[in-house]
């Protein structure tokens, strides 16, 4: 079976940096580049960051600048989302997505449409 599945959420103190992991079964991430989403109660759903299939091309929304590492491991088929100096507006619903992109390079976009989305993972920061 073809899947996403992220993992790593929860509910999660100020000052803590969580680290989310998307790791893919049934096909290789290689040929892929990921994108993270995130979906905050009440709003829509935006991208957040994206990575692409060599890894050098990173890009953020401006809101997560600067805080969420996007990075990828593909011996172990998994990207990861890490979130530094988390903010109450960072509690949302995170899913990742992957689009095939069969060029080794830099490039990579959060929207669009994707071939694969996981089933989320909800950060939720603790008051």
């Known amino acids: 079976q073809l899947a996403l599945v992220e993992s790593g959420g929860g509910l999660v103190q100020p000052g803590e940096s969580p680290k989310l992991s998307c790791t893919a079964s049934?096909?290789?991430?290689?040929?892929?580049?990921i994108a993270w989403f995130r979906q905050a109660p009440g709003k829509e759903r935006e991208g957040v960051a994206c990575?692409?299939?060599?890894?050098?091309?990173?890009y953020y929304e401006d809101s997560v600048k600067g805080r969420f590492t996007v990075s990828r491991s593909n011996s172990k088929n998994a990207v990861y989302l890490q979130i530094n100096s988390l903010k109450p507006e960072d509690t949302a619903d995170y899913y990742c997505?992957?689009?095939?992109?069969?060029?080794?390079?830099?490039?990579?976009?959060?929207?669009?449409?994707?071939?694969?989305w996981g089933q989320g993972t909800q950060v939720t920061i603790s008051s």
């Open positions: 990575i692409s299939t060599s890894g050098r091309g990173r």
């Open positions: 049934g096909f290789a991430l290689d040929a892929y580049f």
């Open positions: 997505a992957a689009k095939s992109h069969y060029q080794y390079d830099d490039f990579c976009v959060y929207g669009g449409e994707f071939d694969y």
